[in-house]
């Protein structure tokens, strides 16, 4: 195989120096803000004091902040952030000569840190926060794993009690990220468990459940509230989360801006949106300015499709209805994806900030179908070395796609995309793939209304 020698190195590389001192906060940019979280009992706008009762006081006040643009990176975090970070840029020549585009592909790596995501980026925040504030502990919820590793190392790091409610499907096809958590001394219950009162509810209604993530986030809300000096953390989703992700984007940024570089697409695999919302931050905030523009892509599946096809509407974000109500693309707090979904990214919602940006023409969103994503992982995997994500092989998807269409078209385009982590602990997933055994399901409109039926009914919403 002949490479042609190459201006841009394969990593563009940071120095320590170059790691951003500030968080960039995208909603002081924003015209239109994202709506409030709601009081469900009220309807009223959660106050501060509220959200204290849930959360570390810190990240209610960045949680409300919609007007500071840049927010310093405390020294501590920073220097945890050092171990592993500035994460790598890599211009992925062996995948463009593989498909034979003239496109110029890029994509930021954030999966080379044990817990094998960016998850961490919010993590080691989060539990600052709660450490900073005095607490004892936090508790949260966690679907394939990654986030709730990576808020184990840090609770580890900082010496704090860490309590993760898993997604019982998970619990039982990942018994080796179980017990990565244990052994950064987390505490993992698989959900719906019968420990609390809403687990109990739940199982009794669904009996046999493999659970969801809105499941477990109730579950460890309820932990939270119900004993003192505990908060509970989330790994997505909360504007706060968007802004500690902002790291990535401000990196990729700097490392292009060393090049000249300035991407036409940047594309995202969306869950909850957290990556998604870090790694477009800076180039949406020139957007947002009027400085540049982007043709910003947020991927999703096929088959829990809360961009493309679902409401934008106000919601809870837990099955057992006891969290804010979050204005959001969403399925209903009801909806599960079907159990032959393997690649990740199955909340319901989506964060309040992408949703007012995709509903404002800011950005586009795609779904995707899961053999495709794998075969684009499997392609992905072969040529570049790294074993993707399931959930970042939506954003390898696109970006092949997007590749693809450079080559009938001849146009030499930059694509950015997010390589949110690893797929170590995703090898069930691989397997079924590497059987012929995976099938794809696409909810009908009659699975998604059963999800609308459930939405709340809030006043003054349509
Ligand atoms: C959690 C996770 C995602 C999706 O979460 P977002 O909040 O949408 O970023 C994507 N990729 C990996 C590897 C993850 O662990």
Not at 62 to 87: C, G, H, V, W
Not at 235 to 263: C, F, M, R, W
Request: proline share 6%.
């Amino acid at each position: 195989m002949s490479i042609k020698a190459p201006e841009i190195p394969y990593k563009i590389y940071l120095s320590e120096e170059e790691l951003p001192y500030s968080w960039y906060n995208m909603r002081a940019d924003m015209k239109v803000k994202p709506a409030p979280l709601l009081n469900p009992a009220t309807g009223a706008p959660m106050s501060a004091e509220e959200l204290g009762g849930v959360f570390c006081a810190e990240l209610v006040e960045q949680e409300l902040d919609n007007d500071t643009a840049y927010i310093p990176i405390p020294r501590e975090i920073r220097d945890f952030y050092k171990m592993y970070r500035p994460s790598p840029l890599v211009r992925a020549y062996c995948l463009e000569q593989k498909l034979d585009t003239p496109a110029h592909i890029y994509y930021k790596f954030e999966g080379n840190n044990t817990s094998g995501s960016h998850k961490l980026n919010s993590a080691i925040a989060q539990a600052y926060y709660a450490k900073k504030q005095g607490l004892r502990g936090v508790t949260t919820e966690t679907g394939a794993g990654q986030w709730g590793t990576a808020l184990s190392m840090a609770c580890a790091y900082l010496g704090l009690d860490c309590k993760v409610f898993m997604v019982k499907v998970s619990y039982e096809q990942k018994p080796f990220r179980r017990e990565v958590m244990r052994t950064y001394g987390a505490d993992v219950t698989p959900s719906p468990s019968p420990t609390t009162a809403v687990g109990r509810k739940i199982l009794e209604e669904f009996p046999g459940t493999t659970g969801s993530l809105g499941c477990a986030i109730s579950e460890a809300v309820e932990v939270a509230v119900s004993n003192p000096g505990y908060r509970y953390v989330l790994g997505s989703v909360l504007n706060q989360v968007l802004l500690h992700q902002s790291v990535i984007g401000l990196e990729a940024k700097t490392a292009l801006d060393k090049y000249g570089v300035k991407p036409d697409v940047i594309i995202g695999c969306a869950g909850g949106g957290s990556n998604l919302g870090g790694l477009i931050a800076p180039f949406m905030g020139e957007k947002l300015r009027g400085e540049a523009d982007y043709r910003i892509i947020a991927v999703e599946p096929a088959s829990c499709p809360s961009f493309t096809r679902g409401r934008f509407a106000y919601d809870f974000c837990d099955t057992g209805k006891i969290c804010p109500l979050a204005k959001m693309y969403t399925l209903g707090s009801g909806f599960i994806p079907s159990p032959n979904h393997a690649g990740g990214l199955r909340f319901h919602g989506m964060s309040s900030t992408l949703s007012q940006l995709y509903h404002d023409g800011l950005m586009e969103a795609r779904a995707v179908e899961q053999t495709s994503v794998f075969e684009a992982a499997e392609l992905f995997a072969r040529v570049e070395g790294i074993l993707p994500a399931p959930e970042s092989s939506h954003a390898i998807r696109v970006a092949i796609d997007e590749a693809l269409r450079c080559r009938e078209t001849g146009e030499a385009k930059d694509i950015l995309f997010g390589l949110t982590g690893t797929g170590y602990f995703d090898l069930t997933a691989y397997q079924k793939f590497n059987d012929g055994a995976m099938s794809d399901y696409i909810p009908t409109d009659e699975d998604l209304a059963r999800g609308f039926a459930g939405l709340p009914q809030v006043p003054g919403q349509d």
